[in-house]
């Protein structure tokens, strides 16, 4: 999908297990940049990225032209399809030096946070070519820049990236998306890098990866929404914790957590 001349979207549909025994469809957007070459921001997952080389075909471009992946930060929903865009292109891979560690040794990451169809959604791991913190700019294309924000909270070396010319600030996984599965590892450092997404002027579209793409007054809406979002999950997990027995293990917490969120789990069909 196009957002402007030089942005389109791709949207990219999985389903993420949850538990042994249960699962939830999702979905996750990468970002595309067209100048003389091609900038990718996030691979989605293994399958769907191959879907992504064959969305660029019809717009007329090649996978061979991707020359470098900028990566938001190391889940399997983002970096799942780094091999095979490894595959198809002589592309570049930038982090922020944080996330690198499960990016390079995708085991190291399955055994740290072991989602059970991980290696469905990954291929392999990839060397991470450039490290990437907080104002370093990067030059995608002949005199056109994207600059780096730190925004952890989600995980450790979550990063966004403001395209100013094309007033596009793209934030990965750090602005959680009300009514969908919320994940973060530190909830009062999320609410920060929401906030300091706030601060930043000229923000015409806001990329986000679990939302549509978002633009004008709905851009403030839409950070506060997860601020709020964060904060309530945060309660419900500090309530659950103190009433239920603490031999409850972490998912059925998670699940409890869910049902009272309203947000909907299926048992496993496959
Ligand atoms: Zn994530």
């Known amino acids: 999908m196009k957002i402007t001349e030089t942005i389109h979207t791709f949207k990219h549909h999985f389903r993420l297990a949850f ?4 699962y939830t469809d999702r979905f996750v957007y990468s970002y595309i940049f067209l ?12 399958g769907t990225a191959l879907q992504l080389q064959g969305y660029l075909n019809q717009i007329g471009r090649s996978p061979k032209e991707i020359s ?16 095979a865009i490894k595959k198809a292109s002589s592309a570049l891979f930038y982090a922020h030096p944080a996330d690198k560690p499960w990016i390079e040794d995708v085991e190291r990451q399955y055994q740290e946070r072991p989602i059970p169809n991980f290696f469905e959604l990954v291929e392999g791991p990839v060397v991470v070519n450039r490290e990437l ?35 596009a600030l793209i934030t990965g996984d750090a602005v959680p998306a009300v009514g969908t599965l919320p994940i973060y590892v530190d909830p009062q450092t999320s609410i920060e890098s929401i906030q300091k997404l706030e ?7 806001l990329l986000s990866s679990w939302h549509e793409p978002i633009s004008g007054n709905q851009i403030h809406t ?25 031999e409850t293990s972490g998912e ?14 299926n048992k496993v069909l496959w």
């Open 19 to 22: 538990g042994e025994n249960h």
């Open 35 to 46: 100048g003389e070459k091609v900038c990718l921001i996030d691979t989605g997952v293994w």
């Open 68 to 83: 470098m992946v900028l990566l938001t930060h190391a889940h399997p929903d983002h970096i799942g399809g780094c091999l």
């Open 133 to 167: 913190r907080e104002g370093d700019t990067v030059s995608w294309n002949r005199g056109k820049t994207v600059r780096v924000l730190e925004t952890p909270g989600h995980s450790p070396g979550s990063i966004s990236f403001f395209y100013e010319e094309e007033g």
């Open 199 to 205: 601060k930043i002027t000229r923000v015409k579209h």
């Open 222 to 246: 839409t950070l506060e929404e997860g601020i709020h979002y964060i904060q309530e999950i945060d309660e419900i997990v500090i309530d659950l914790s103190k009433t239920m027995p603490p």
């Open 252 to 265: 059925e917490l998670s699940l409890r957590a869910l049902e009272r969120l309203g947000i909907k789990t």
